[in-house]
Structures are given as structure tokens and as C-alpha cells.
């Protein structure tokens, strides 16, 4: 069974950043996507960020030109680095791990919180 540990999220002031973490327990190179999600309290989850495995890269129109998705199949791990960052942003930040379409896999959630 795959383990995702996700890391990096905490409390941060308005247009500050963060950078999130996720290492994945077995390799990622094979991966079709690698995914970041969030879900705000009260709110649906929603795909945030997508990086495929062949190295495209995907995001919701709320976060782009502020958050870049990266991964480094060699380390089994994916960023989300988080530039600009909005109260709207603070939510549960969750990895996604799909190696095909058929398989999904989850972390435990990361907290980030935008607030002065």
C-alpha cells in the first residue's frame, strides 16, 4: 500500500509563501498524475494542481501565476510551492497519488492557514 506523508504547511501572513511537500512511500516515476487538493472548511475538495508524467502541469484558474506544482521522481516526492498566498487559500492541503487511473491514493492532509 502506498504511503504519501505530505509536509510545509503552517500559519502565514498575507502574500507570503509556502512551499508543501509530499514524499511518496515507493516510487512515482511511473505515476499518470501526482495531485495536490484542498478542501476549505465548509467546502468541496477541489484539484488545485496536477502534474502528469509527462511533465505537463495543470492548475485551477484561482491559483495560477501564484502556485507552481513540481516533482522529482528520483527523490518520490511532488511540491507545491505557494507564492502570493490569500485568506481564500487556507484550507487542508491533501497529495493525491494516481499511478493509473483505476488507483488512488491519499495523505493525511496538510493545514495551511492565510491570515494576518
Known amino acids: 500500500q502506498l504511503q504519501l506523508v505530505e509536509s510545509g504547511g503552517g500559519l502565514v501572513k498575507p502574500g507570503g509563501s509556502l512551499r508543501l511537500a509530499c514524499v511518496a512511500s515507493s516510487s512515482i516515476a511511473d505515476f499518470y498524475f501526482m495531485n495536490w487538493y484542498r478542501q476549505a472548511l465548509g467546502k468541496q475538495r477541489e484539484l488545485v494542481a496536477s502534474?502528469?508524467?509527462?511533465?505537463?502541469?495543470t492548475y485551477v484558474d484561482s491559483v495560477k501565476g501564484r502556485f507552481t506544482i513540481s516533482r522529482d521522481n528520483a527523490k518520490n516526492t511532488v511540491w507545491l510551492q505557494m507564492d502570493n498566498l490569500r485568506p481564500e487559500d487556507t484550507a487542508v492541503y491533501y497529495c493525491?497519488?494516481?499511478?493509473?487511473?483505476?488507483?488512488?491514493?491519499w495523505g493525511q492532509g496538510t493545514q495551511v492557514t492565510v491570515s494576518s
Open positions: 493525491n497519488a494516481r499511478p493509473t487511473v483505476l488507483q488512488d491514493f
Open positions: 502534474s502528469t508524467i509527462g511533465g505537463g502541469t
